[in-house]
C-alpha cells in the first residue's frame, strides 16, 4: 500500500477557534503544487481521509481542483486525524484497508498528527519534519513501512 500523508498548506494565524483557521494564499498554491506532483506520482488514489478543520479541507479541494489523479467521489472526514489524533487507530484503520486489498491512500492532515502517523508506520525512532503542504509517501505492507519521500520543493 502506498500512503500520502500530507500536512495542510500554510494557514493564517488567528481565527475565532483552531479548526476555523483557512489557508493563506500561499497555503492554497502549496495544495496546488502538491496536486500536481500527485498527479506524476500516482494515477488513482483508492481513498481519501481528510481531517475536519477547515484548513485541511481546503488543502484537499485545492489539491484536488488541480490533479489529474483519479480520486474517490466521497472523502472520510475523521476526528482521529486531527491535531493530536489517534495514531494507534490509524494504523489499525489502514491495516484494514490494506487486508481488503487497498492500494493508495491519501491522509490530510496537521502536526504533530502527520509525524506521529510516518513515525509509527515506519517504527521510526526518530520523527520526520514537516513543513506546510509536505506530502510523506510511506509505501507500506501491514506491518513495517518504507519511508520514501519526506519533502516536497516550497513554492
Known amino acids: 500500500m502506498r500512503i500520502f500523508i500530507m500536512r495542510h498548506g500554510e494557514a493564517e494565524q488567528i481565527a475565532k477557534t483552531d479548526s476555523e483557521r483557512n489557508l493563506t494564499l500561499h497555503g492554497r498554491q ?26 485541511a479541507l481546503q488543502t484537499y479541494d485545492h489539491l484536488a481542483g488541480n490533479t489529474e489523479t483519479t480520486l474517490p467521489s466521497e472523502i472520510e ?11 494507534t487507530m490509524v494504523v489499525d484503520y489502514l491495516t484494514t484497508l490494506w487486508q481488503q486489498g487497498v492500494k493508495n491512500v491519501l491522509i490530510v492532515s496537521h502536526l504533530p498528527f502527520v509525524e506521529d502517523l510516518v513515525t509509527a508506520l515506519c517504527e521510526s525512532p526518530q520523527q520526520v519534519g514537516f513543513s506546510t503542504g509536505t506530502i510523506a509517501e510511506v509505501t507500506w505492507e501491514g506491518e513495517e513501512g518504507e519511508f520514501i519521500c519526506s519533502d516536497r520543493p516550497e513554492i
Open 77 to 87: 472526514t475523521w476526528e482521529a486525524v486531527t491535531p493530536y489524533g489517534n495514531s
Open 30 to 55: 502549496q495544495a496546488e503544487e502538491q496536486g500536481t506532483w500527485l498527479s506524476e506520482a500516482a494515477n488513482h488514489i483508492d481513498k481519501v481521509i481528510v481531517s475536519p478543520y477547515n484548513r
